[in-house]
């Protein structure tokens, strides 16, 4: 008889740690593929935080059909469960790609 393995996933990467959020990769069971959480470091946010937040996804929507943007899937829960979900496409922090000495860091925006 066959055994039947699963796939362990892990349960989180943390991608950045700011002062106000971090951003991690998780596995969606649901989506069958990874995403990305961007949550609150506060237990409990401040209401300018959570503005924040949301002024974030609403313009991540607006841009959802725009290349070089990440997709913006929406937001979940509120107060401190607060998370914004994002697509995932195996991407890497600015800080990581200096700290890893990456030299094929395409700059795309004008700021």
Same mark, same amino acid.
């Given at each position: ?42 237990? &409990?946010?401040? $209401? ?6 949301? !002024?974030? @996804? %609403? ?29 995932? &496409?195996?991407? $890497? ?6 700290? !890893?000495? @990456? %030299? ?8």
């Amino acid at each position: 008889m066959k055994s039947e393995r699963t796939e362990r996933r892990p349960s989180a990467e943390i991608i950045y740690k700011g002062t106000n959020s971090t951003t991690l990769r998780v596995y969606s069971e649901t989506l069958n593929t990874f995403i990305i959480h961007k949550k609150h470091n506060d237990e &409990f946010p401040s $209401i300018r935080e959570r503005n924040k937040f949301l !002024k974030e @996804v %609403r313009m991540g929507q607006k841009l959802y059909h725009r290349d070089y943007i990440v997709k913006y899937i929406g937001k979940e829960g509120t107060g401190k469960d607060e998370i914004i979900i994002m697509e995932d &496409f195996a991407a $890497i922090s600015l800080e990581t790609a200096i700290a !890893k000495n @990456v %030299r094929r860091v395409k700059i795309f925006t004008n700021v």
